[in-house]
């Protein structure tokens, strides 16, 4: 988290989301830091979003033929536009499911996301 900017208060405010989903994807507390850090910076979002970042990103990679790792490895190709546009994480993360249950994931969604027109599916 430090390494992604965040303040001490950020850390304290934003840990509770972040060790939540980890322990709901089963996946590695770093890797899921990094993935709600990045997204949360991309998408224009702070440290208190963290715990409703962590919900949305949880439903959608159980209601989808993904898991949190693909989803953190589209949303860091995708979140950076995604943000810039206004996009919300919700949209994003419906966005990611849909392309995920079309057989599309992980970082070949998360180009065809930002380059070739995946913002279509909104």
Not at 62 to 75: P, W
């Amino acid at each position: 988290m430090a390494m992604a900017g965040w303040k001490t208060g950020d850390m304290l405010e934003g840990i509770e989301g972040i060790m939540n989903l980890a322990a709901a994807s089963g996946e590695d507390l770093a890797v899921t830091s990094d993935i709600v850090t990045d997204a949360l910076t991309a998408l224009g979002l702070s440290a208190a979003d963290s715990g409703h970042f962590a919900d949305i990103h949880a439903v959608a990679s159980s209601n989808a033929n993904t898991n949190v790792s693909m989803m953190g490895e589209t949303f860091k190709y995708c979140a950076p536009v995604a943000g810039a546009l206004g996009f919300t994480a919700e949209a994003t993360a419906e966005a990611i499911g849909l392309m995920a249950n079309a057989g599309i994931k992980s970082s070949q969604a998360g180009t065809a996301m930002r380059f070739c027109g995946g913002w279509g599916l909104f």
